[in-house]
């Protein structure tokens, strides 16, 4: 039997889940009380337009459940910026182990609560040309949902999802990742062009921009960049495309502009309560040995070693409770570096899209010659936002100064030759802590180079894993339209089937 919980925050209802299985995700004002949700369970009518977007942008952030499955137990260590020596059902990423529970943890949590909101939220703001701000917010919200889950699974249930209610579709079909990521990018274009600065739009309910036009604009054609970028290796021609209107539109200038979503002491943030109270996430010999390598200043933002103090060393992702003791001694676990506590307080925020990701981009479209610029003063505003974008996490992250900035990059210089690498790199170094998109611009060009884990209990041996199989719940639910789709992938719906545009 599945369980659920009934989770009331700051005036807003929703329905979280506990155990597995969907199911319809139901919002309504607390005013409405539960009768008249029980007699009416669709309505939505009083419920404003914000506190809809909050629920929505509060789910996108993710609670304990996906967050400490999903991101931190699988994508992490797919790309090796934190390791455990555990195995088995509760941290079997660093492995490679496919364990169900875990792989379907952001399906599970997205499609009956983030997905039937969001998708609800763009019909109800739709058909007004007053609502036009809430509309095309909304829509751009939609796209970053949508995008998260098609990088990790492939094609999924995109155009008629969360249409249970509105037009009695409990079966959607699953479109194909090519057909979602070009609506996508028609969206974010589309949303664009209806943001309006003399209308009406979200305010204190928006967790990103508090409603502010200019913001949402620039937001808009940075994820149109990340869009457009991500088709470069199966669809050259098209990425390039909405890789120049993207650039030419302008997308974020500084750290100021980047998205990430807000929280309080008292809400529920999924990645700090996931890692704050578990000592068995550490950090990946990969990350702190090339943060090492590098003489970064990010290595002390990262990491700590919170234990008996001693210098940061990160974990061999291959290690496991037999192979630890043949590591150099001291080594115990608490020995090894461990995410820093003032990143994963519970008021810290989760970096949706950064600043810094966006010059990584653009120097990459540079380099493949799409447009014209200089790359390294974009790759080196690149390195310099993303040094400094840890800011948002408090006045007590001591972030680089501009002498220590210069020094790096003096003595880690742009080299156009390799520069397709050291971009990669660097991306993969901005988005700590935003394992999915981490994971996914990996996989995108299998850069920067991974050794991958060999371990007697992979599912996956010797091969990092390029994408979650579906749930078990969705065959048993809508097995037609999940059958159709794994024959997409060649009748293969494992670990080691490939997304589209991991070409």
């Avoid at 949700?37 to 009518?45: D, F, H, R, V």
């Avoid at 079966?171 to 057909?179: G, I, N």
């Avoid at 650039?247 to 002491?265: E, L, R, T």
């Avoid at 991974?450 to 996956?460: K, R």
Wanted: glycine share 6%; hydrophobic share 40%.
């Amino acid at each position: 039997m599945k369980a659920y919980k009934l989770v009331i925050s700051k005036g807003i209802l929703a329905l979280g889940k506990v155990g597995v299985g969907l199911l319809l995700f139901l919002v309504g004002s607390c005013s409405a009380g539960l009768a008249e949700m029980n007699i009416n369970p669709n309505e939505a009518s009083n419920l404003s337009f914000g506190a809809q977007l909050l629920g929505v942008q509060r789910s996108i952030s993710g609670d304990r459940h996906e967050n400490s499955r999903a991101l931190l137990t699988m994508c992490s260590p797919f790309i090796q910026h934190n390791a455990s020596i555990r195995t088995l059902n509760e941290f079997p990423g660093g492995k490679y182990e496919d364990i169900e529970i875990v792989t379907n943890a952001l399906w599970e949590s997205n499609y009956p609560t983030a997905i039937k909101n969001i998708v609800d939220l763009v019909e109800r703001t739709s058909g007004n040309t007053a609502n036009v701000n809430f509309n095309a917010i909304t829509r751009i919200v939609k796209v970053l949902a949508f995008q998260r889950l098609t990088d990790l699974y492939g094609d999924i249930p995109y155009s008629e999802a969360g249409q249970g209610f509105l037009s009695e579709n409990p079966k959607p079909k699953f479109d194909t990742q090519e057909f979602i990521y070009l609506d996508m990018l028609k969206e974010l274009e589309v949303a664009a062009q209806l943001l309006d600065p003399d209308k009406v739009s979200y305010q204190d309910s928006d967790m990103y921009y508090k409603g502010n036009i200019e913001k949402w604009k620039k937001f808009a054609y940075s994820l149109m960049l990340r869009l457009g970028m991500r088709l470069s290796e199966v669809a050259p021609i098209k990425a390039e495309f909405w890789v120049k209107k993207a650039i030419a539109y302008g997308g974020f200038s500084s750290n100021s502009d980047m998205a990430y979503s807000k929280h309080y002491d008292d809400s529920t943030n999924g990645i700090s309560s996931a890692l704050f109270f578990n000592n068995f996430y550490k950090l990946s010999a990969t990350l702190v040995d090339w943060l090492q390598e590098t003489n970064d200043p990010r290595l002390d933002i990262y990491g700590t070693v919170r234990e008996g103090g001693g210098p940061q060393k990160g974990l061999p992702n291959e290690t496991d409770a037999v192979t630890i003791k043949n590591l150099p001694e001291p080594n115990g676990i608490e020995t090894f570096s461990t995410y820093n506590d003032k990143l994963i307080r519970l008021d810290s925020p989760m970096i949706l899209m950064s600043y810094a990701e966006v010059e990584f981009l653009i120097t990459e479209a540079i380099l493949r010659e799409w447009i014209n610029g200089d790359a390294e003063s974009h790759y080196n505003a690149g390195v310099h936002a993303g040094m400094t974008q840890w800011s948002v996490f408090g006045s007590t992250i001591e972030i680089p100064d501009q002498n220590r900035i210069h020094s790096y990059l003096t003595e880690n210089p742009f080299i156009p030759e390799i520069g397709m690498e050291q971009i990669a790199r660097q991306y993969w170094l901005v988005t700590f802590l935003n394992e999915y998109e981490s994971y996914a611009n990996w996989r995108r060009i299998n850069l920067p180079v991974l050794i991958p884990v060999v371990h007697d209990v992979s599912d996956s041996p010797g091969v990092i894993p390029t994408r979650f199989p579906y749930p078990t719940q969705s065959y048993s639910l809508n097995e037609a339209n999940t059958l159709e789709a794994v024959s997409r992938l060649g009748a293969v719906d494992n670990f080691n089937s490939k997304v589209w545009w991991d070409n």
